[in-house]
């Protein structure tokens, strides 16, 4: 943490501390314009704080870097936003910028709210300033190089969206300081070196621009697009800029002219207005020239006239009024009150013959669309709280962000094709949806209510029974689509279905569904395990009453890589582990045999097999357990003079150790060797149509040989499949067993062994 001082006693504000105070008074005088109960003392604390943080940093400009909160938060104000996003506004880049400073720091010192905004800001910036820069202006003399950077350059744009959409859709305040702070940076992006200049003004005319479009917050699209033509087209700004200042008082008196008219003809009706002068803004006039191919001199309607009253009644009234004192033109008029647009702008538009022969546009709203219509849903975004609606308020608007923020593919008015190209990218493989409590929740293309409940909670997927999407039941396979509301409907004892494997699109839920049934069979599996290694051991020895030393059970289990004894005996009454290799493992100490096996590595040379195949010298994989290559064997010296090839594992080994241990021998599996050796997989999967094709492919995909195939079907659907693939070695066999349980419907695929 730092120091907290008063800026007065803060060395490099020395010279510009009135220059400071004026620039705060200037906000705390906005904010009380709109909200005259504010407390100012917390919004000081939280200036005086980043003014504090950032007191040894510079903008580009020279001006001390606190000049910059300020401005945003100013911004901010200017949209009537509420005091927490104003205080994140002046503490947006604390954190960032002073390494003394961390979240928690803001936590403590201005609450959860503020701090959460703060850390979704700053999680926006540092992704983007990661990356690499977009396309410079170079690019555009290298038809081939931009092509490729375009593709790269929307992917991580994507990504960048992706990131942003989510911060958004937690808390849209996030994206209201974003686009103050891109606002501010925009107005003093003159004193940045001109390739960064470039790069920011692409950036913000074809993302945050269109962004703050779609979110309807229009006060700063518009000077934000402004910005991105100065520094984009220079001489096409200037041209327009100096036309529009040419004609800029003749222009006005006209207007003065019509506005004097209209109050009065409204005064006499009784209503009063605001009556506005509207000028265009000048990239919109660019984009008319452009498209229409028009000539300055031929646009008429360089200024229109809005005019704002207090209820819907008047709007209509005035319309009456305005069109009899000038001549509407036909068909030129829009309803947008009874038929709000998209993003609930709502508004009177009509165009009428002005007084001078030309085309006038008016618009006629209350001051509530007016609002809306400047900031949309920014607009009240907090201090509506208080009254009566707030809850059913607050839900609507949440709801138009939802929709606004991903529902893309409807009929989408963003107005750029960059940022509709990024969002093909993102939602080609990405859905979006959102929780009842509102957090949005990105999965892939394709997934089902059941990866959403997995992705929530594993608990909440295990006892996911019925899912509603947008309020109505749906069938838990249906694939969820952008901004659907999503809820699940769980009971305590509900257990996933075997049968959702067949259509989660998740591999965690995947991971999960199975998971849970294996765990459903553990415990019966590790008392059957227990069971048979005790038989087996007390058959092995004759005795009884022979038991298992806990201790040694141990060893052995950690000797062969389980995690536990009990996974141990799992395994073992799974049938995925054989008893007998594991009593012949407990009884290794003391086994007669012992030192032959343990040394047959050492006297292996005389028995090597070095050169031919293995029936040259008539060694035989044994039956019972199929070594394969890279597996430690042993062999075994057999009546005939032939060698029988154990896995050093096999349960058979123990027992021939203690009846004819002289006649085990080292052996090694010969190198170079490319024959192939049969080896029994058992797999077992979910029964349906196709099972067996999908399975065999990935044999062949690997090119492996299956010389029997055996297929049962169970009870509860699932189907035991017996195979006899034919592989070159044990981390091949791995390989393909690995491949088949990574498997939609395969519940489990292992190596079956008597061993
Ligand atoms: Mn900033």
């Known amino acids: 943490m730092i120091e907290i001082r008063p800026l007065e006693e803060i060395e490099e504000y020395t010279n510009c501390l009135d220059d400071l105070q004026d620039r705060f008074q200037r906000l705390i005088q906005t904010i009380i314009a709109y909200h005259p109960e504010e407390d100012t003392d917390e919004i000081e604390r939280a200036f005086v704080f980043a003014a504090n943080a950032h007191a040894e940093a510079k903008r580009a400009s020279g001006l001390p870097y606190i000049v910059h909160p300020l401005e945003v938060s100013t911004i901010l104000a200017g949209m009537e936003i509420d005091a927490p996003s104003i205080k994140a506004g002046l503490l947006h880049d604390t954190v960032e910028d002073n390494e003394r400073i961390r979240i928690e720091d803001i936590r403590k010192l201005f609450g959860a709210e503020v701090a959460g905004l703060v850390e979704g800001v700053t999680k926006l910036k540092s992704k983007k300033e990661d990356d690499e820069p977009p396309l410079s202006a170079g690019?555009?003399?290298?038809?081939?190089?931009?092509?490729?950077?375009?593709?790269?350059d929307i992917e991580r744009q994507a990504e960048n969206l992706r990131l942003m959409l989510l911060a958004v859709a937690n808390d849209f305040r996030v994206m209201l300081i974003k686009l103050a702070d891109r606002l501010h940076n925009m107005r003093t992006l003159e004193f940045m070196p001109e390739d960064k200049q470039q790069r920011t003004a692409l950036e913000t005319r074809q993302i945050y621009a269109p962004l703050a479009h779609r979110l309807g917050v229009n006060q700063l699209?518009?000077?934000?697009?402004?910005?991105?033509?100065?520094?984009?087209?220079?001489?096409?700004?200037?041209?327009?800029?100096?036309?529009v200042e040419s004609t800029r008082a003749e222009r006005e008196e006209e207007i003065k002219v019509v506005i004097d008219l209209i109050q009065k003809s409204l005064a006499r009706e009784g209503i009063h207005a605001v009556i506005q002068g509207r000028p265009k803004h000048l990239y919109s006039i660019y984009n008319k020239m452009l498209n229409q191919g028009i000539r300055f001199e031929d646009i008429y309607d360089l200024t229109a006239v809005r005019i704002i009253v207090e209820s819907e009644l008047e709007c209509y009234s005035s319309l009456g009024v305005v069109h009899k004192l000038f001549t509407p033109l036909l068909g030129l008029f829009s309803?947008?009150?009874?038929?709000?647009?998209?993003?609930?702008?709502?508004?009177?538009?009509?165009?009428?013959?002005?007084?001078?022969?030309?085309?006038?546009?008016?618009?006629?709203?209350?001051?509530?669309?007016?609002?809306?219509?400047?900031?949309?849903?920014?607009?009240?975004?907090?201090?509506?709280?208080?009254?009566?609606?707030?809850?059913?308020?607050?839900?609507?608007?949440?709801?138009?962000?939802?929709?606004?923020?991903?529902?893309?593919?409807?009929?989408?008015q963003s107005g750029s094709d960059y940022?509709?190209?990024?969002?093909?990218?993102?939602?080609?493989?990405?859905?979006?949806?959102v929780t009842p409590q509102r957090d949005v929740i990105d999965l892939p293309k394709g997934s089902t209510p059941v990866d959403f409940a997995y992705r929530i909670h594993t608990n909440l997927g295990d006892h996911t029974v019925q899912a509603t999407v947008n309020g109505r039941m749906v069938p838990l396979n249906t694939e969820l689509k952008n901004g659907d509301v999503v809820a699940i409907i769980q009971r305590a004892n509900a257990q996933p279905s075997l049968d959702w494997l067949s259509f989660v699109?998740?591999?965690?839920?995947?991971?999960?569904?199975?998971?849970?049934?294996?765990?459903?069979?553990?415990?019966?599996?590790?008392?059957?395990?227990?069971?048979?290694?005790?038989?087996?051991?007390?058959?092995?020895?004759?005795?009884?009453?022979?038991?298992?030393?806990?201790?040694?059970l141990e060893e052995v289990a950690k000797a062969m890589n389980y995690l536990s004894v009990d996974d141990l005996l799992a395994a073992i009454g799974a049938g995925q582990a054989g008893a007998q290799g594991v009593v012949s493992r407990l009884r290794e100490p003391e086994a007669p045999g012992e030192d032959r096996i343990l040394t047959g590595q050492a006297s292996e040379s005389s028995l090597t097999i070095s050169a031919g195949?293995?029936?040259?010298?008539?060694?035989?994989?044994?039956?019972?357990?199929?070594?394969?290559?890279?597996?430690?064997?042993?062999?075994?010296?057999?009546?005939?003079?032939?060698?029988?090839?154990?896995?050093?594992?096999?349960?058979?080994?123990?027992?021939?150790?203690?009846?004819?241990?002289?006649?085990?021998?080292?052996?090694?599996?010969?190198?170079?060797?490319?024959?192939?050796?049969?080896v029994p997989?058992?797999?077992?999967?979910?029964?349906?149509?196709?099972?067996?094709?999908?399975?065999?492919?990935?044999?062949?995909?690997?090119?492996?040989?299956?010389?029997?195939?055996?297929?049962?079907?169970?009870?509860?659907?699932?189907?035991?499949?017996?195979?006899?693939?034919?592989?070159?070695?044990?981390?091949?066999?791995?390989a393909i067993l690995a491949k088949l349980n990574s498997m939609a419907d395969v519940i489990d695929a292992y190596r079956v062994t008597d061993a």
């Open 139 to 152: 690019d555009e003399t290298r038809p081939e190089g931009r092509k490729r950077g375009k593709v790269v």
């Open 221 to 243: 699209k518009w000077e934000l697009e402004d910005l991105a033509f100065k520094f984009l087209e220079p001489d096409q700004f200037k041209e327009i800029a100096d036309l």
């Open 335 to 412: 309803d947008h009150i009874a038929n709000p647009k998209p993003n609930m702008y709502q508004s009177l538009h009509t165009k009428v013959m002005g007084p001078n022969k030309k085309p006038l546009e008016v618009q006629i709203r209350t001051f509530d669309m007016h609002r809306m219509a400047e900031y949309g849903v920014a607009a009240h975004w907090l201090y509506k709280e208080g009254s009566g609606q707030t809850r059913e308020w607050f839900d609507r608007k949440m709801a138009f962000i939802n929709r606004q923020l991903f529902q893309w593919n409807e009929g989408d």
């Open 419 to 433: 940022l509709q190209n990024i969002i093909e990218v993102l939602l080609a493989d990405q859905v979006f949806v």
């Open 505 to 552: 699109k998740t591999p965690h839920a995947r991971t999960k569904i199975r998971q849970f049934h294996r765990k459903l069979n553990y415990p019966d599996n590790v008392q059957r395990g227990r069971e048979m290694l005790e038989r087996e051991m007390q058959r092995l020895s004759g005795d009884a009453r022979a038991s298992i030393k806990p201790e040694a």
């Open 613 to 678: 195949g293995l029936e040259d010298l008539l060694i035989s994989r044994a039956p019972c357990c199929h070594p394969l290559p890279g597996e430690d064997v042993i062999g075994y010296v057999t009546q005939g003079r032939g060698v029988t090839m154990h896995r050093r594992a096999c349960k058979n080994v123990a027992s021939l150790e203690s009846q004819s241990p002289d006649r085990l021998t080292g052996i090694s599996w010969p190198s170079g060797n490319s024959e192939r050796f049969s």
């Open 681 to 734: 997989v058992r797999v077992i999967a979910l029964d349906r149509v196709g099972l067996l094709q999908d399975i065999g492919s990935v044999f062949n995909i690997a090119d492996i040989n299956i010389s029997e195939a055996n297929v049962r079907r169970q009870m509860n659907r699932q189907s035991v499949l017996d195979l006899l693939p034919e592989v070159a070695s044990v981390a091949q066999l791995e």
